[in-house]
């Protein structure tokens, strides 16, 4: 039963994402992408929803209060797994934009969805590309308010313990003085291992802690800060879920 929910789960991911494509494709070139970024809230719950209940994975949310309000912020996640990019659309965070690696670009019909969306890809091979995509993912969380989803590790974790954190988030909350809402996720990894297809089922566990405010940063302390919020995810990670 769990190797045919896997096989309708991957084949209902290719098949889901081409109709999406195809109905973002026409709306984006309908409205001339001037609504990109807010055609992202429409598609994004309708993408995620759907795949998690053929995969049997429920969600558990807490501090959403925290993400309520539409506004400029730097949404910072764990990543663990494929299954973060259903729950986060599941999630729907008000106006948000993503910041990935280049390479997820290229990932048939799913990459091409996310930048049809106002996705934000980063070459972390060139520093200068990378420096040039955080300044404009910037320029798009002050012009039009958007939150943006990061992961500070980078990339997923093979192990599910948690990676160091790269500074280019740290940078982005310092060029833009948004406020970081740090998410965690409990119980990703052992439903959908980096290098595993097969599906488990149970429930993940999304937590939105409270938001740091970034405006008295400086770029001396970066590494600092970057290292504090590290310490904040392990402790968190290592309690577990909140009860009740």
């Not at 405006?215 to 904040?232: K, M, N």
């Not at 995810?233 to 009860?243: D, I, N, S």
């Amino acid at each position: 039963m769990g190797v045919l929910r896997t096989i309708a789960f991957w084949i209902a991911v290719v098949l889901w994402t081409l109709v999406l494509l195809s109905a973002a494709c026409a709306l984006s070139a309908l409205t001339l992408g001037l609504l990109r970024h807010r055609l992202i809230n429409l598609f994004a719950p309708l993408y995620g929803w759907p795949l998690l209940w053929i995969a049997g994975i429920r969600m558990e949310v807490r501090g959403r209060e925290h993400i309520a309000v539409p506004a400029a912020r730097i949404v910072a996640f764990n990543h663990n797994s494929f299954l973060e990019v259903l729950l986060l659309s599941a999630v729907n965070v008000p106006r948000f934009s993503f910041l990935g690696k280049r390479s997820f670009l290229f990932i048939p019909i799913l990459g091409q969805t996310m930048w049809l969306l106002g996705g934000h890809f980063v070459d972390r091979g060139n520093r200068r590309s990378a420096v040039q995509s955080l300044r404009r993912l910037g320029d798009a969380l002050r012009r039009h308010g958007l939150s943006t989803l990061i992961a500070p590790e980078g990339t997923r974790s093979r192990t599910g313990r948690l990676q160091p954190f790269k500074l280019g988030p740290f940078h982005l909350a310092l060029d833009t003085r948004a406020p970081i809402v740090p998410l965690v996720f409990h119980g990703v990894h052992d439903l959908l291992p980096p290098d595993d297809w097969r599906l488990g089922q149970g429930t993940v566990h999304i937590e939105f802690h409270p938001p740091i405010d970034t405006t008295d940063w400086t770029r001396e302390e970066l590494h600092a800060r970057a290292e504090a919020l590290h310490a904040d995810f392990a402790r968190w990670l290592e309690a577990g879920p909140a009860k009740g």
